[in-house]
């Protein structure tokens, strides 16, 4: 049975293996162990993050075959201290942190920016249809070298203010502002 460790550093990581036929109570000592290393150092670094995902299942598979053993006989050497559960350690809270970092990170990512109506000028938009029917801006706000309906000229006060080339505008019930748009139609 072996069980790994696993140190994370930017640009490498490093490995430590557990090697024994271990008894119950000494495999899970060495799990322990391990694992609370691994899930307290093994996330710094790109390569070192996904090794530690696979190291973590590989421990947590080698704790099951160990547990499923009898407890150990009497022998010349007793069997080592399992110690403070993993719950007690640091190591499961540094994981639990960096696996919320990481979902906040990519909520955070993947959620279209907000953009202020004033900073709209020289962006392209697309239209859809609100609950009301009308036609309306859409939050997400599309890559002019991409697909896109339209384009905004300016940002003014009122609808006369709008440069020709406008085709449509909207009016912004949040800022009072009026949004010229040349549709690429």
């Given amino acids: 049975m072996t069980f790994r460790s696993n140190t994370g550093m930017v640009f490498a990581w490093r ?16 799990f322990r162990k391990a694992m609370d290393h691994t899930l307290m150092a093994g996330w710094f670094g790109l390569i070192s993050f996904f090794a530690n995902l696979f190291f973590v299942a ?16 009497e022998s010349s ?11 007690r350690r640091a190591g499961i809270y540094v994981a639990a942190l960096v696996l919320v970092v990481v979902s906040v990170y990519g909520v955070w990512r993947t959620h279209p920016a907000k953009v202020a109506t004033r900073d709209l000028a020289g962006r392209c938009v697309n239209f859809e249809t609100n609950t009301d029917g009308h036609r309306v801006i859409s939050r997400h706000i599309p890559k002019c070298s991409g697909d896109h309906d339209g384009k905004v000229l ?30 690429t139609g």
Avoid at 15 to 30: D, F, L, Q, T, V
Avoid at 162 to 181: E, G, K
């Fill in 58 to 73: 590989q421990n947590v598979a080698g704790r099951a075959k160990v547990m499923r053993l009898k407890p150990p006989v």
């Fill in 15 to 30: 490995m430590k293996s557990y090697k024994g036929p271990w008894c119950r109570e000494c495999g899970e000592a060495i």
């Fill in 154 to 183: 300016q940002v003014v006060t009122v609808p006369n203010e709008c440069p020709a080339a406008t085709s449509t505008y909207f009016v912004s019930q949040q800022s009072r502002s009026v949004i010229c748009v040349e549709e």
């Fill in 77 to 87: 050497r007793p069997s080592l201290p399992a110690g403070v559960p993993l719950y």
